[in-house]
């Protein structure tokens, strides 16, 4: 069992940045792959970015590529998202999640983080 626990959201304006992060607990974290999804009002959830356990893969959604950084920090059992030239369509509860290899796919992941809310003012 592993528990993820995500922090570092809150209101910010368009063009600023923001660090996410999630601690996880339980199980070895670094034998996981992270990812982190975001669902914005009224859509369904998307993904964001994964990274493999050695940090050796890493992928973006196109949206946000070029503008958001996955990293991990396995001595402390953390994943980071950093964000930079924050946009309202940025929007989103954001989550991180846990699995055994890195995917744009939802069903891979199996722990999830509860979200903390992001929200890019215009």
């Known amino acids: 069992q592993v528990q993820l626990v995500e922090s570092g959201g809150g209101l910010v304006q368009a063009g600023d940045s923001l660090r996410l992060s999630c601690a996880a607990s339980?199980?070895?974290?670094?034998?996981?792959?992270m990812g982190w999804f975001r669902q914005a009002p009224g859509k369904e959830r998307e993904f964001v970015a994964d990274?493999?356990?050695?940090?050796?893969?890493?992928y973006y959604a196109d949206s946000v590529k070029g503008r958001f950084t996955i990293s991990r920090d396995n001595a402390k059992n953390t994943v980071y998202l950093s964000m930079n030239s924050l946009k309202p369509e940025d929007t989103a509860v954001y989550y991180c999640?846990?699995?055994?290899?890195?995917?744009?796919?939802?069903?891979?992941?199996?722990?999830w983080g509860q979200g903390t809310q992001v929200t890019v003012s215009s």
């Open positions: 999640a846990a699995g055994p290899y890195p995917s744009y796919k939802e069903s891979v992941y199996d722990y």
């Open positions: 339980g199980r070895t974290f670094s034998s996981y792959a």
């Open positions: 990274i493999s356990w050695t940090s050796g893969r890493i």
